[in-house]
């Protein structure tokens, strides 16, 4: 017995959607706050923590996300005889793959800012401290846009992945739905459209944020 | 004393002798004009000076103290030893008043309205008072350079440091920067300058110091040195300079 692809259907999806944006926030916040230390470290002067930062970067990028995502919900299990719901297992795999990546980003956000800005903050003179937040960061983040909604936008989709371990977020739910309705043709490109609808206008934003910064302070990058 | 002395310095960049055995002294007030051709190791002094460059031997002494290699101890030094780049390092991010008042409130702990105060002064003193709410990208680069003359001085320096900080710009721009560097010297400041402008350099330095593969070849008034070059190096150098096209 199968049923119709009706209203009761689509907010499901739309709960699923829920779900998908509240997973892509929190791997984005705490990756962030995760990358920002990455990108400390890996352009710090000490050289442990660089290859500390450098270590777990290689690990997480050389890996796919969906083994992250298995070790974190059946080998914790395994290792420690702790099981995580799925939503922790998620939450925490996401997390660390996130950090890993705007870690990246943000390091060559970092580096592309000419030594002689360091130079002329440290012969002010800036503390080390004071040279990273009042001179380096604040161009670092005008060249970091870009690449991080990039990022951003892969892992809202990347976090379809979430569903092999039975978390419903948008994806898993519209397989649900097709499983019900015998409808993929409707299902799965309403689906896209959802994510679109999500993606879309962050990459917009993002262009508009980087033109009026660019428009403030008078910088002109397209002859 | 003299405000800053360099005893014996030495420098190497792997194998290559940048500066050797370089002693110089300045005195309170001094303008002292650093030239010599490329690679001869005179930028390489200037960074030496205010640390942005380690030394492998000798030593620097200013105001009595001998300079510290880095960390509190040099930042609390370099307050006292304003630089300006050959090409300005202004910070795009933040407008000319900005750029100006960093100093003073991160490093000098002054509340905003007193260092807005000497940014004002500042401006004044190179002629951009009506600039401040401009971002560098706005601005030409003579003007660019005179703000980052005047975000040096907002540290209120005993020591200028100027680095051929006219080579970057276009010749018609040059005069206005050379202008604000003749007012300074005329104030009593005391300034080492790396540069090209030998009319500036005969004009307004009380030494001349020629450097030539690491070394200080020749120093003294720039008059007497202009007139009658000791060694070939310096005359061949002056007649290079005077006549590029011969």
Not at chain 1, 8 to 17: I, Q
Not at chain 2, 37 to 61: F, Y
Not at chain 2, 122 to 146: F, H, I, M, T
Request: glycine residues 8%; charged residues 15%; positive net charge.
């Amino acid at each position: 017995m199968s049923r119709d692809f009706e209203w009761a259907e689509f907010l499901f999806l739309l709960g699923a959607l829920r779900w998908t944006i509240v997973l892509s926030l929190v791997a984005f916040v705490g990756g962030g706050v995760g990358g920002m230390l990455i990108a400390l470290a890996r352009t710090s002067t000490k050289a442990l923590l660089r290859g500390l930062a450098a270590a777990y970067v290689g690990v997480l990028q050389g890996t796919p996300v969906l083994m992250q995502l298995f070790l974190a919900y059946y080998g914790l299990a395994v290792l420690t005889g702790v099981r995580l719901d799925p939503w922790p297992a998620v939450t925490l795999a996401f997390t660390l793959y996130a950090a890993a990546y705007l870690g990246e980003i943000w390091r060559g956000s970092i580096e592309a800012i000419p030594r002689q800005q360091w130079e002329a903050a440290a012969a002010l003179p800036l503390s080390p401290s004071a040279q990273l937040r009042h001179v380096i960061l604040p161009q670092a983040f005008r060249i970091a846009i870009p690449p991080t909604v990039g990022f951003l936008v892969q892992l809202i989709k990347g976090t379809s992945v979430a569903s092999i371990i039975g978390f419903v977020e948008l994806t898993r739910a519209g397989q649900l739905m097709v499983n019900v309705t015998f409808q993929p043709m409707i299902v799965y490109p309403l689906v896209a459209v959802l994510y679109f609808i999500l993606c879309w206008p962050l990459s917009l934003l993002a262009l508009r944020l980087e033109r009026k910064i660019d428009a403030a302070l008078g910088i002109k990058r397209h002859p | 004393m003299p405000l800053l002395a360099l005893n014996g310095i030495r420098k190497h960049f792997g194998a290559q002798r940048v500066l050797d055995d370089v002693s110089l002294a300045v005195e309170a007030g001094e303008v002292v004009a650093v030239i010599g051709r490329s690679g001869s190791g005179k930028t390489t002094l200037l960074r030496c000076i205010n640390g942005l460059e380690t030394i492998d031997a000798g030593t620097i002494v200013f105001a009595g103290k001998p300079l510290p290699r880095g960390g509190a101890e040099l930042r609390e030094l370099r307050r006292a030893i304003g630089i300006v780049f050959q090409s300005y390092n202004l910070f795009p991010h933040h407008s000319v008043e900005r750029n100006i008042t960093l100093g003073p409130t991160v490093t000098n702990k002054l509340p905003l309205a007193a260092a807005k105060a000497i940014a004002q002064d500042v401006l004044r003193q190179v002629d951009l008072e009506d600039k401040s709410a401009a971002y560098p990208a706005q601005l030409s680069g003579g003007q660019q350079q005179r703000v980052a003359i005047a975000r040096a001085l907002a540290m209120r320096p005993r020591l200028m440091l100027f680095d051929e900080i006219t080579s970057a710009l276009d010749p018609e721009l040059v005069g206005e920067v050379v202008k604000v560097l003749e007012g300074l010297a005329t104030s009593g400041m005391t300034m080492i300058l790396v540069t090209h402008e030998m009319g500036f350099a005969r004009r307004t330095a009380d030494t001349l110091v020629f450097m030539h593969q690491g070394k200080v070849w020749e120093k003294g008034p720039p008059r007497e040195l202009f007139a009658a070059p000791k060694t070939r190096e310096l005359a061949s150098f002056i007649r290079a300079v005077l006549e590029p096209n011969d």
